[in-house]
């Protein structure tokens, strides 16, 4: 039988596409599924000169099972849009997976309903990407006919009674392939951590006014059981009231283990599950903040959030040697824009007296939203090229798709002396700007802030990675901001029927509707008063941080208070009211804030400590998120994601992953310093909390 599964098996070919498709119902549980269904392709960017192409499905690569490295893996090559009927893009193992490997099935769905009461109850929300009802995302098979192993849900500002709902599907599924849920409320755990009526009271009706956070882990009892001793929680207030904390209970994180029920306790992997609410207000105020760096201000906000995360799990041994820990949803991941300034660019120093490929496809003419001429846009990163090499011993600096090469050897502005500067032997120095970028996408490809948000924790070598690994952030999904009665529609003008297709960053920075829409900076309404002022508290605390932490730097150059805020007013004003309304985008002119552009919010994400991750393979079978634009009463829209866990046997290491240790351990501890500085409730919550 095994000589059997290792034979090469007839496929057959698609006679419209011409690709090669897996024959359906075939699966070994030894080698990776062939990804197919109905959830739309993967594609990548097109030839040079065709921008960005938008695929119906948002679709990332799958962690690659046998090279690279799992938190930083080198972009594929370009290809040609997919046809609607291909398999999703990934890098899998060619051949046999070593015997006794494992293998999971994970449905995570989570939706951030704005604290909305248009629905009474959860059975009035559709299934995972507008599939069915809600009670589907238990019942549904993956696009390979396999029945779910583990279903999580995230509700995010939710006023929905689920205990009920509970209590009736444990009755009335006994025997279905999922049969066991959890159940988690933030304002109930929050009361069992605390001592305080006040405080408890105090959150009961933050519930009733901002809603709650809860979540559902169902899984199937033929393989798991719960783990009692892998509980989560923790606060993550972020505002005072006559500096005392105010407990709100939608901004928390909560979890929940299962273990394996066959194996051993030193053999078991232990899946922790995490429902999360990070906060905005810090990271919101740093975007808009042009005394700092606003990309590294959104940075250190967002770490601090995934280091409670970790801190609050060390102590409660949930972040050990056998535990991967999944935090999903709204964790407030925004989308930066960076003025074209001097100190926004960073430089590519490569030899290239050896000869080689320099590995890198450019488009020479850009994506609408580079308006400067001269620049020459990054379209691939080609393997064992030297960029390839750059980006390996440079993790701090790399070169990315969708980054734009403003100069070359001291030439700017000049297209096609660049271009053959480019093919010139001998030293090449590049000066790279990078426009549009992510929060949370840069935080992970950070070492130096992995290994600070994890410092002087008592933790197995480990870090933060996405399940979803996206190669740019133009294929990231919008989840945020959308009207709360107007769903995206592909078709301009016809909204009735709101489609179930992603719209992605790249749609929004490469549109070219309207280019009368596109005002001048002259022409641009004054803005109001900088909210900034509103903050001064946190830019104080930015400011003072460069003596002990000089990673927040002041700009150099003299920027207005309003530009910072400006860059994504005029890129959202060169949408044009027509793509704003067939997007279903919330834009008010004249009371628009940085942290309110169009961003990729709702994520799911995980620690694992390497010893694990170099064993796994993620496989995305309907490749990468899938938002439902039909669900609409939220200015988010929900967000579901399928994926296969493969987990290799301890010792056959798949990969290796880059440790932190090569980071400056003087520098590490003197960020994750910022990290615990201005923390609202410090370490009172980390025990019971007195009256």
Known sequence: LHCLCRRRRPRMVDAQAGAAMPRPGLRDARSPSSPSGSGGPSETMGSPGQGYPRAPVASARSLPPLDGHLADPVPSSPSSPSSPSSPSRSRKFQGSWPPGSREFRIRFFNFNMANSSRYSTITALQGPGGRGVFLDAFSDTFPD????????????????????????????????????????????EGRSHTRSRVRGWVEGCAAKYNGNLKSLVAFTSKRFREDAD?????????????????????????????????????????????????????????????????????????????????????RGGVADKRTVLFVQGDLNSRTVLRNEDAHNEYTVILDRAKGGRLGVELNDSGPVCYSVYGHLLVAAICRGGDVEAWNLENPAEQVRIGD???????????????????????????????????????????????????????????????????????????????????????????????????????????????????????????????????????????????????????????????????????????LGDNKLQAYGLAYKKHDFRAFRFPASA??????????????????????????????????????????????APEGQRIRRSRLLSAADDAFSARLSMVLEQSDPEGHSDEEHSTP
């Open 230 to 314: 892998g509980l989560l929680f923790g606060r993550l207030t972020e505002a005072r009231l006559a500096g005392v904390p105010v407990p709100n209970p939608k901004k928390a994180f909560m979890g929940k283990s299962v273990v394996e029920r066959d194996e051993g306790p030193n053999q078991s992997v232990r899946f922790c599950f995490a429902g999360a609410h990070f906060p905005v207000c810090k990271l919101a105020a740093a975007l808009e903040d042009s005394a700092i760096d606003q990309l590294h201000g959104a940075k250190v906000a967002l770490a601090r959030s995934l280091r409670k995360v970790l801190r609050k799990a060390s």
């Open 602 to 647: 709702d994520r799911v994400v995980f620690w694992a400590p390497d010893a694990i991750a170099d064993r796994i393979s993620l496989e995305l079978p309907r490749g990468g998120y899938e938002v439902n634009h039909a669900q609409l009463g939220s200015d988010h829209r929900p967000v579901a994601l399928e994926v296969v866990v493969r987990i």
């Open 145 to 188: 006919g396999c029945d779910a192993d583990i279903v999580f849900t995230t509700l995010v500002e939710t006023r929905l009674n689920l205990t009920d709902w509970v209590h009736d599907y444990s009755l009335q599924h006994r025997g279905a392939p999922i049969d066991c849920v959890m159940f988690q409320n933030a304002r109930r």
């Open 404 to 574: 734009c090469i403003v100069e070359v050897n001291g030439i700017r502005d000049d297209i096609p002396r660049m271009v053959e500067e480019l093919k010139t032997d001998g030293m090449l120095e590049m000066r790279c700007h990078r426009k549009v970028t992510d929060v949370l996408l840069e935080v992970l490809r950070d070492d130096e802030m992995q290994a600070a948000i994890q410092h002087d924790l008592s933790l197995p070598p480990g870090r933060w990675h996405e399940v979803a690994e996206y190669d740019t952030v133009y294929d990231l999904p919008v989840t945020y901001k959308f009207l709360d009665n107007v769903g995206y529609n592909a078709a301009e003008g016809s909204l009735e029927r709101p489609t179930l297709a992603a719209l992605t960053i790249g749609d929004i920075m490469t549109c070219d509707d309207a280019k009368a829409n596109a005002q001048s900076h002259d022409d641009l309404d004054q803005l109001p008063e900088s909210p900034t002022k509103r903050h001064d508290a946190w830019s104080a605390f930015s400011m003072s941080s460069q003596q002990s932490a000089p990673v927040i730097t002041s700009s150099q150059t003299s920027i207005s208070s309003n530009s910072s805020v400006e860059v994504y007013r005029r890129q959202m004003t060169k």
